[in-house]
């Protein structure tokens, strides 16, 4: 293959990663086989003096998807020019003092005050045009809606999701391969949200990390004077060394010594000239400015040896692969397994037992192959489940080949399924763990959910089993009692239905007055127009209700429960159009999930942060300093407890 047709083949690669990243929120190749390729088409372009059209290499991201509105950036946002090396970066200061700060990992926002409030929230989208997200980012949980600066302010910052909210949100998911891949995609699909509520409870944090426009403000020249502004105005600024050619090493050492356990995903450093007149001077590139410098951790690889594929199935039927391998020392801790994804990766990379495998973590922390040396591609794609036998399927979706279990009635299906049935959120019946539930699943105790509220059936037989004893028996009996009396959106959660989480049943059930036959008979129109649906969740939700089998299910689960409808008279919705933040804890409610649910019978919403669309902020310590009591105060929102809650607006009056 000549340099020009390599050239396009690099091209239409990148080109197709970069839509997979940025518009559609999921990876087919990791960060490190991007750059790699990348930095071929870099080296080609030089040889050849030829550059296309199309390259990536004079385009700045991807083109922002529809669903938001667009507007083009003021000035362009352009990508940084990068290195490896700590020497290079020393080098670049040529006896200037920089900013050696983080390269984080999320999503970037320009955001634009007028008047002392936020005005306009504008994403990178493709570096010209991006998406306005501004009521999205009125919900971040640290942003301030009001500044004391009353000018015109623009800054740029980094919306991230941090590893432990991360992890949190990840741990509330039942079903494997609806989990989130990484902090990344989980924020950029948090903050391009159509409806706020749901970025409101993905706790978005902004990091700035750039100040645009200040009219009438002087800096001194000084970018480190500008962070200072922005600190005083109530922002969070990205975590900064000054440096010079004799320290940049140094503070290398000491980003690098924190990345390990820092709690904002970052995947390098930025490195930005102080000193602004001069760094404007320097102007800029047709993709680079010259004023800064990206800085990529070398990643610290290691050789091992693949000694099998582990394939893991879950409630959806998704089998995913995930590579073992003999332990390394990576980053201070030992590994020996990464995810691979899926199909298309697995066989990109010709993957075989015995093979020679470069591995590493990503970012530091996330164990990921490199590369195959041996690259022998003797994986055998399984014909068969790993947990029932029955027939696969290798299913391409949006270019991406994975592997299903066809079954429906694979004991991994029921397992995930009963899990997530039984959850907290769902029906929440108490003492069935997974492992529980298995055995219950093995001896033909549970087929259908129906027969969680008939295990009375099996008396002797449970109280029998290892681990169960009458008193055992008993508290899971009256547990299973008590989730008979249920709810319409519990029901519909609990059922598992691919997309459907807890507040979209939630949502469905208001839109169809809670009555479980319109449900049943929505088509894909009508559920597609409902604001948050959408055609993906609308597809589902027919597919499901369309089977024959899944509504038998269903109508004996409802014959097993006694499903309480809120009341919808227009004379009881007293708290209609209403929107309330509830933090701290309860003395009347046994969860702020049961006062959020009462408050939602009355016609009102509850979200999770202070914005200036809240009514009220429930807060039983009214002088906490916390940072929503915070920005209550700053928007002169009325705090108030419980029990004054329940009395100016539920109308309770306390004995």
Same mark, same amino acid.
């Given at each position: ?345 697995? &066989?990109? /990379? ?6 020679? =495998?470069? #591995?590493?973590? @990503?970012? !530091?922390?996330i164990p990921q192959i ?77 087929r259908e959910y129906a ?38 959106? &519990?029901? /519909? ?6 997309? =459907?989480? #807890?507040?979209? @049943?939630? !949502? ?126 700053? /928007? ?12 100016e607006y539920l109308g309770?009056?306390?004995?």
């Amino acid at each position: 293959m000549d340099a020009q047709d390599r050239m396009k083949d690099l091209v239409e690669t990148l080109n197709a990663a970069a839509k997979a990243y940025y518009a559609q929120d999921r990876e087919i190749m990791s960060n490190r086989e991007y750059d790699a390729l990348y930095d071929e088409l870099e080296e080609l372009e030089r040889k050849t003096g030829i550059v296309l059209s199309n390259s990536p290499t004079v385009r700045v991201g991807y083109e922002a998807v529809d669903e938001l509105p667009k507007e083009r950036h003021e000035s362009p946002m352009l990508s940084l020019d990068k290195t490896k090396s700590r020497e290079e970066l020393r080098d670049w200061l040529q006896g200037h003092e920089a900013l050696l700060s983080w390269k984080l990992d999320g999503l970037t926002v320009v955001l634009t005050y007028q008047d002392g409030r936020l005005a306009k929230a504008v994403t990178r989208g493709n570096g010209e045009i991006g998406e306005v997200i501004t009521n999205n980012a009125r919900t971040f949980c640290n942003l301030p809606l009001s500044i004391s600066y009353q000018g015109r302010l623009v800054l740029r910052g980094e919306a991230v999701i941090s590893y432990s909210d991360f992890e949190r949100i990840n741990a509330r998911i039942e079903d494997v391969d609806a989990k989130y891949k990484n902090p990344r995609n989980l924020c950029s699909g948090s903050v391009r949200q159509l409806n706020n509520e749901i970025t409101a409870k993905r706790n978005v944090k902004l990091i700035a990390f750039s100040l645009v426009e200040a009219q009438d403000v002087d800096f001194a020249n000084s970018m480190e004077r500008q962070f200072g502004f922005l600190r005083e105005q109530g922002f969070d600024v990205v975590e900064y060394r000054k440096v010079t050619e004799e320290n940049i090493l140094d503070a290398i050492g000491y980003f690098e010594n924190k990345i390990e356990k820092y709690d904002i995903p970052s995947d390098g450093l930025v490195l930005t000239y102080d000193d602004i007149a001069y760094g404007r001077s320097l102007g800029r590139t047709a993709k680079f400015p010259r004023n800064s410098i990206a800085f990529k951790w070398a990643d610290e690889l290691r050789e091992t040896v693949l000694q099998e594929i582990e394939w893991s199935p879950s409630r959806t039927g998704l089998i995913n692969p995930v590579a073992i391998f003999e332990p390394v020392e990576l980053e201070g801790t030992t590994v020996s397994r990464a995810s691979v994804h899926n199909i298309s990766i697995l &066989r990109g /990379l010709k993957l075989g037992i015995g093979d020679h =495998i470069m #591995v590493y973590k @990503a970012n !530091m922390i996330i164990p990921q192959i490199a590369e195959n040396l041996t690259q022998s591609d003797t994986v055998e794609i399984p014909a068969v489940c790993p947990v029932c036998g029955r027939a696969t399927q290798v299913r391409q979706v949006n270019e991406v080949q994975s592997l299903y279990c066809t079954n429906e009635d694979c004991a991994a299906k029921k397992i995930k399924s009963f899990t997530l049935f039984v959850s907290r959120d769902a029906m929440n019946i108490e003492g069935l763990s997974e492992a529980t539930l298995e055995k219950f699943i093995d001896k033909g105790f549970i087929r259908e959910y129906a027969d969680l509220f008939r295990l009375n059936r099996y008396r002797d037989e449970i109280t029998q089993m290892e681990g169960f004893g009458e008193k055992s028996y008993k508290n899971l009996i009256d547990s299973a009692d008590r989730a008979r009396e249920t709810t319409l959106p &519990r029901v /519909l959660y609990a059922l598992g239905i691919a997309n =459907i989480g #807890v507040a979209n @049943a939630k !949502m469905l059930c208001r839109h169809f007055d809670y009555d479980i036959d319109r449900l049943k008979q929505a088509d894909e129109e009508e559920l597609s127009a409902i604001e948050g649906v959408g055609g993906v969740i609308a597809a589902a939700f027919v597919d499901y209700m369309r089977k024959e089998e899944n509504l038998a299910k269903l109508d004996r689960l409802l014959e097993q429960l006694h499903v309480t409808k809120p009341l919808l008279d227009a004379s009881v919705q007293s708290l209609a159009g209403k929107v309330f933040v509830i933090t701290g804890s309860l003395a009347h409610y046994g969860s702020r999930n049961e006062l959020k649910e009462i408050i939602e019978q009355k016609g009102g919403k509850v979200t999770g942060s202070v914005t200036s669309k809240t009514d009220c902020l429930i807060n039983n310590d009214i002088t906490s300093t916390s940072s929503k009591n915070k920005k209550a105060k700053e /928007l002169n929102i009325p705090i108030v407890t419980e029990d004054v809650f329940r009395r100016e607006y539920l109308g309770i009056m306390e004995e």
